[in-house]
């Protein structure tokens, strides 16, 4: 039931959403945020409708909750109202859009669980990609269950997967229903490769008990992990995609570091770097020859431009 505030805040002529005295209300008391969301729980879900479909084939094809897509399309209004600036004329309707969809995005494509298709699904989708490369364009549904000769119904049902994860370029993110076609290898691998993670300092306790259940049983989705850690769904989803943005930062800055091609005057450059460190300027040629000279390299051997690179490296080395 609504609070007597929020009622009186409230205009019958004049939608929540196009209530400009009740958005700047809830802006300032989180309580009445709180019901704000709440009663506008249906319009919420008309928006996921309209941009993304079905709710219940949401939740089917992604597994994920009917509540999860809900708190994430909440966190897209709180940061709306939030960043909204009620005098440039724009309609908060308009506004509270996008914010909504890029959480639910965040849900569907980067928090949810793997989608889950057989090896033979998979070979369908493989095979759909090479007859498309091969043909140049995409058949018509008749034209193509022929060519993989299944029924039109069993294409549908694969093409759903395949428009979405744009076909072969999305296997990396299937797996497999039957566990037992899983490569043993690859399954020590993995279990081995967490493991390590769980020893590494760069991930907080909490982000440590997440990896724990998920390698404990890959079965459990993020409402599971969520319960038996008694925080909200959406909690975990965040969780989790903090895991992934420190892991793939750890591999940049390791690929980065393997690139890296060490200067064929490493010793001129780490000379000169020190130096100006402690002069508090950068050198002219005429000094850095000096100074070169000084720690013994026979400059006659340096260009003019070798010099100025010199010097360019070492600015950047003490930057």
């Known amino acids: 039931m609504l609070s007597p505030n929020y009622l009186h805040l409230r ?26 969301l709440k009663a506008n729980r249906d319009f919420i879900f008309s928006i996921i409708k309209h941009f993304k479909g079905s709710v219940e ?12 897509l809900y708190q994430h ?22 506004f509270v859009v996008r914010p909504i969809l890029w959480e639910i995005n965040q849900l569907l494509y980067s928090d949810s669980q793997s989608v889950r ?57 299937f797996e497999f229903a039957n566990k037992d076609e899983r490569s043993i290898e690859e399954e020590v691998t993995n279990r081995l490769y967490v493991k390590q993670l769980l020893e590494d300092p760069m991930f907080t306790d909490f982000e440590k008990k997440v990896m ?13 992990i969520a319960e038996r850690l008694n925080v909200y769904p959406m909690t975990i989803n965040r969780t989790l995609a903090r895991i992934r943005s420190k892991i793939e930062s750890r591999k940049s800055d390791v690929k980065e570091e393997k690139t890296k091609i060490p200067s064929k005057y490493e010793r001129e450059i780490s000379i000169l ?25 026979d400059t006659s051997t340096y260009s003019t431009r070798v010099l100025y690179y010199i010097r360019q490296k070492a600015s950047q080395q003490g930057a």
């Open 212 to 224: 724990c259940l998920v390698l404990e049983d890959a079965s459990n989705n993020n409402t599971q």
């Open 11 to 36: 205009q019958d002529s004049l939608k929540d959403m196009h209530n400009i005295e009740l958005l700047k209300a809830c802006k300032e008391d989180r309580e009445l945020m709180g019901e704000f």
């Open 57 to 68: 084939e949401l939740v089917s094809k992604f597994r994920i909750t009917e509540d999860e």
């Open 273 to 297: 770097a020190q130096e100006t460190k402690e002069r508090n300027e950068n050198l002219c040629i005429e000094d850095i020859t000096e100074l070169l000279e000084v720690c013994g390299y």
């Open 117 to 173: 298709l057989s090896r033979g699904a998979v070979d369908l989708i493989k095979r759909m990609a090479e007859i498309e490369e091969s043909l140049g364009y995409r058949p018509a549904e008749d034209e193509m269950s022929e060519l993989l000769k299944v029924t039109v119904e069993r294409y549908r049902e694969i093409a759903m997967f395949s428009d979405e994860l744009e076909h072969y370029d999305g296997m990396e993110n």
């Open 73 to 94: 399309a909440c966190i897209g209004i709180l940061t709306s109202i939030r960043d909204f600036d009620f005098d440039r004329g724009i309609k908060f309707t308009t």
